[in-house]
């Protein structure tokens, strides 16, 4: 599955080796998916593990958890922001960080992306927002809250900007390799990123501090995402609620841990992309799109508004109101058909196609070796996974219509069933 000879490490790409090589075992092909990595399938098992045992007693037992899991990153943010900007090189970092470059606001791609990244960090569409919501008290002032935790999370992400740049300009500093090269996704995180701490002093102190914050970020992530799945079914399957917390949350744990299995084999580094690039973007968007119409179109900004002045004391301004009614159904109804006519106009959609250090064909001619060798290129899915991608939207898009459906039919057999 993945060549077997002696591959060249320059100094300037041991990370990279050690990353597909040794972590991953990658596979040089997405219709190859390869042995099963037990070392990847131990971390999967306890990563769920963790879950479940923070899960277990659902909002009660991850109300609590969340005290450290959600302030302890801050303080390992800040360390590690003031070590990031006394290296040598952060201040190119930063400025490459600042610096807008003003031609990719013509990207429809650049928008969407950002768009998903924002649903996802606040939790917009996934359900995790009323899923907590809803052990609120019924007069809390939900305006406030929404305003606080979103200036907390962008203030956050753009602090978290000057900390990942600072590291990734001392990176270029120590290496030469160019921000130009750097790539989004897993590969930033624990290659790019790992590749600056390496070259730290007291680099293994930094790295498991490093680490630890991504391991209680992602603990986080998951709690909101599990206890929206754990309301939704005890609210539609009602007899579970008669059941322990234990074992309700432990089997949805355990069915999500069997799904997520694949990953762990050789080939899993591509299911792994697929899902983060192409099961989301569309389908959050498009569900955001139909939130907002049931509540402003279908419901109604005026009732809704008087609910929450129900609430709160007070009706929301006419900003939140333009931007229920108006302004968010357009700009996403935007970045919606953007992106479908762009994916129609280039074809089968591209993927980062790992095929191994070019060094060792260099190594092999007597040729030089490259400080900074291709390891992966750009490769278009096959069609069977052009599929997959369209039935993965597809599926999460529908549902949203076909619950509508089976709800708007259910209640009018019950009401001609009186």
Known sequence: ????????VHPNNATMYYWYFETLKASNDITIMGQIDWYLFGTLITAWVVCFLCMCKGVESSGKVVYFTATFPY???VVLFFRGVTLPGAKE?????ITPKWEHLGDPTVWRTAATQIFYS????????????????RDNNCIRDGVIVTLINCGTSIFGGFVIFSLLGYRAHKTGVSFEDLKSGPGLAFV?????ISEMSVGPLWSVLFFFMLFLLGLDSQFGMLESLLTSVKDEIPVLNRMRKEFV??????VLCLLAIPMSFQGGLYIVDLLDNWSLSYPLLIVAFLELAAVAWVYGVKKFSLDVKDMTGYEPNYYFKACWLVIC?????????????????????????FVGCNNDLLEDQGLPLEANPTWVVKDRYPAAFVAII???????????PGYFLYYYRKTIAGLFGR
């Open 93 to 97: 970092g930063i400025l490459y960080y």
């Open 192 to 196: 790019a990123i790992t590749d600056a």
């Open 390 to 400: 369209v039935l993965l939207n597809a599926l999460s898009c529908f549902l949203v």
């Open 75 to 77: 303080v390992l943010l």
């Open 329 to 353: 159904p357009l700009v996403i109804g935007v970045l919606i058909l953007s992106g479908i006519i762009l994916s129609i106009i280039e074809g089968y959609p591209l993927y980062d196609k």
């Open 1 to 8: 599955v993945v060549s077997t000879q002696s591959t060249v």
């Open 122 to 137: 606040l939790g917009i569409a996934f359900g995790s927002v009323v899923a907590y919501s809803s052990y609120n008290k």
């Open 249 to 254: 949350s432990g089997g949805i744990c355990l």
